[in-house]
């Protein structure tokens, strides 16, 4: 009889070992923390935006304050290689873990007691300023994960990554904010959401500082090109120019139809729907349609690999921008916006799950934490420059010719998948780009 089973039993025992480990715990309340303030930056600040009478044309441009999600690979080295110093003693990670979390508090709070109203720059300035903590809890969160725990349990702490950050991005960020606006204005809604950001920071304090941490400083400080050349040469080095730059082309275009999409919330708002509505359909429902793609985007790049995936993913994100169309002949009609959040939702946990696989295919693990922010920053770049017009292209347009752009962009990424395509080696689950001969 085959032997076959006894190594999957195994790593199934490994993986019920891997789920209870206090990491993992640890992992739920950071993923909580980094999904918490990224709407409420973003989408969930457009929404109020929009309620405060502001034009869809500035509010693209506010999507613009995400920016620091995108370049948080330039202070990534910078938090590689220091301390800092006012909370050098819980460790290189924990430190800068715990004065992010305390800024995004803070943050938050105060752009719920100033609001859009009283000073529109310094509204403006508090919800950059909160970006800017948010994409340093990231990058820490990041680098804390792989430091943490051995190659074996990194599913398991993904995972609860995954479910701690969908709660705190949708949930919380998106859709109780939403209600507590409804029912209590912005101001009670942020100041909530500035209270659950200090959970992550509680558990900040009881999480163990990784190794790596604890040793970091004992020798000398690492040289300017040691921090910050070598992670971006080194990529270079190893999938050569032309691979390294067509990868990183195909990694900042991926996401592109998803990331156009900084006028959602707004569109929302414009087909009928109320604060409430947009809080049960595209957050307190979506987010289980968000996990459960997420779970399905695992199962398929295990089954058929990622380079095949890597096809699927893109083309459902390209498909499911076209049922907004959908929503905009049919303004609103609930069963319109629920099978818009359930195709969007679905799509976008699919592909993020898909492109993750492929982001760890690329990264050296000398250079984790700095090769990973470049690489998701690139993710969202393109994007975000685009989305950032949104609102005029919308006013010039329509909605539904916007719509179709956002669809049909998904071309060059398909073309330079193409180019890749036969670069990747099929036969493993966790197909790895490799050089040209």
């Known amino acids: 009889m085959s032997k076959d089973p006894v190594p999957e039993i195994r790593g199934w025992q490994k993986a019920v070992r891997a789920f209870g480990n206090r990491s993992a715990l640890t992992l739920f309340f950071f993923g909580f923390g980094c999904g918490l303030p990224f709407f409420l930056v973003g989408n969930t600040l457009a929404i109020w935006l929009r309620d405060a009478d502001w034009q869809l044309g500035p509010i ?38 715990l004065a992010a979390q305390l800024a995004i508090a803070a943050g938050l709070a105060a752009m719920a007691v100033t609001g859009p109203a009283a000073s529109v ?11 800017l903590a948010g994409a340093t809890q990231d990058t820490m ?69 990784p190794a790596l941490g604890e040793d970091f400083g004992k020798g000398a400080r690492p040289r300017f090109v040691d921090a910050y050349v070598k992670p971006f040469a080194e990529f270079f ?53 968000g996990i459960a793609g997420a779970f399905l985007g695992g199962i398929t790049v295990a089954a058929i690999g990622v380079r095949r995936s890597l096809l699927i993913a893109a083309i ?62 690139l993710a969202n770049l393109p994007g975000k420059l685009i989305g950032g017009f949104a609102g005029y292209i919308v006013e010039a347009s329509s909605y539904t010719v916007f719509f179709v752009i956002s669809s049909v962009s998904v071309i060059p990424t398909l073309l330079i998948l193409a180019w890749l395509w036969n670069r990747m080696k099929p036969e493993s689950p966790g197909a790895r780009p490799i050089a040209e001969p």
């Open 60 to 97: 693209g441009l506010v999507s613009y304050l995400t920016f620091f999600y995108v370049f948080k690979f330039v202070w990534a080295p910078l938090l590689d290689s220091r301390r800092l110093p006012l909370f050098g003693r819980l460790g290189r990670r924990r430190g800068w873990l």
């Open 121 to 131: 720059p310094l509204f403006l300035a508090l919800a950059g300023f909160t970006a």
């Open 141 to 209: 969160v990041d680098a804390y994960r792989v430091e943490i725990a051995p190659v074996e349990m990194q599913g398991a702490l993904a995972a609860t990554y995954t479910l701690g950050y969908r709660i705190g991005l949708q949930l919380c960020g998106g859709a109780l904010v939403l209600y507590l606006a409804d029912f209590a204005g912005w101001r009670s809604g942020y100041l909530a959401m500035a209270g659950f950001a200090l959970i992550p920071a509680v558990a900040t304090l009881f999480a163990p500082e």
């Open 237 to 289: 080095r190893t999938h050569g120019w032309m691979l390294g730059l067509v990868l990183l082309a195909f990694v900042g275009l991926f996401k592109l139809p998803d990331q156009m999409l900084s006028i959602a919330g707004p569109f929302y708002l414009d087909t009928g729907f109320s604060k409430s509505d947009i809080a049960t359909v595209s957050k307190l429902y979506g987010v289980w349609m």
């Open 316 to 377: 459902a994100v390209a498909i499911s921008n076209l049922l907004f169309i959908l929503m905009s002949m049919y303004p609103g009609q609930l069963w319109t916006f629920v099978a818009t959040i359930s195709g969007d939702n679905l799509s976008q946990g699919f592909a993020g799950t898909v492109l993750v696989s492929f982001l760890a295919t690329l990264v050296d693990r000398r250079y984790t934490a700095t090769q990973y922010a470049l690489l998701s920053s």
